[in-house]
């Protein structure tokens, strides 16, 4: 009997516009009316994805930034997984050397050393990665980004690092070319204080080792008396194949990676075609 749902965002709930639809809505209300409890497990930082479900009159609470921050419905923190300061210090020299771009999740919102570099590098990167797009439309698209996500620029780095108060929960770095991407990895890797993932093709996302969505979906659900083999839990990308793991009914989107395909149990419509809201309905029959 499944008591409680874990959605992914980026990919999965929210469809290609960036937005939660009515039909994934109305289908997350009506398990929640059959007491199924509902929780969002995202890469994005809490204030950004309350900001998302919350244009569409949802609710949540949410296991954020890959499960370095879990937090109630009221939005009080319930836990944190911080990555090292000397060890987060290090992992920067590496991604700056590397010429990535990098923006930094702490405890004050998303930081970067340069908004406008920052800007600059996107818009070139997506440039390769969506040659069909015009300038113009990807520009936009860049600086709508940093404005949503309000993205603090502090220029000198060893403030961050230095700064007691200031907790770094999750870097997430950029490149289009994907030897630099595998290069990233294979030089993080050699951390075992590091879990290093990625949510699109072109991005790697490292959080502390405990800061994994399955660790922190089971230490979530066990607060609420429930299993894991009692949890459903839907994704596309890779830093969902953790919690597609462990739960005990899993779903892949219809848009997902081929290796999350492999690890779940169910595959789903994409997510342009409300694959959440037909893959909890699927769910509901079996589950009655």
């Not at 499944?2 to 994934?24: F, H, Y």
């Not at 990555?83 to 700056?96: E, G, P």
């Not at 080792?209 to 894991?228: D, M, N, P, R, T």
């Amino acid at each position: 009997m499944i008591k409680v749902i874990a959605s992914d965002m980026d990919g999965t709930l929210l469809n290609s516009d960036i937005c939660v639809t009515e039909e994934n809505v109305k289908a997350i209300e009506h398990a929640r009316g059959k007491g199924i409890h509902f929780v969002l497990c995202t890469g994005r930082m809490y204030d950004d994805a309350m900001r998302l479900i919350n244009e569409a009159g949802l609710f949540a609470p949410a296991i954020c930034m890959n499960g370095a921050e879990i937090r109630d419905e009221h939005g009080k923190i319930l836990l944190q997984h911080v990555i090292d300061k000397d060890l987060a210090k290090k992992t920067f020299q590496i991604l700056t050397d590397l010429g990535m771009y990098t923006e930094i999740f702490t405890n004050i919102g998303p930081v970067t050393v340069d908004r406008e570099k920052g800007k600059a590098f996107m818009i070139e990167m997506f440039q390769k990665i969506h040659p069909e797009s015009t300038v113009q439309t990807i520009t936009e698209q860049i600086e709508n980004r940093f404005e949503a996500k309000n993205i603090h620029e502090i220029k000198d780095p060893e403030r961050i690092f230095s700064n007691d108060e200031m907790k770094i929960l999750k870097f997430i770095t950029f490149s289009a070319d994907p030897d630099v991407l595998k290069q990233a990895r294979e030089a993080l890797n050699v951390s075992n204080e590091l879990a290093i993932t990625s949510s699109f093709s072109d991005n790697i996302e490292i959080t502390n080792h405990e800061a994994q969505k399955g660790i922190s979906l089971q230490y979530y659900v066990e607060k609420l008396g429930v299993s894991l083999e009692e949890t459903f839990a839907i994704g596309d990308n890779m830093n969902d194949i953790s919690m597609l793991k462990m739960a005990g009914y899993s779903v892949a989107m219809g848009n997902a990676e081929d290796k999350v395909k492999k690890e779940a149990k169910f595959i789903t419509t994409t997510n342009d075609e409300n694959g959440v809201a037909a893959a909890i309905y699927k769910m509901l029959e079996t589950n009655s």
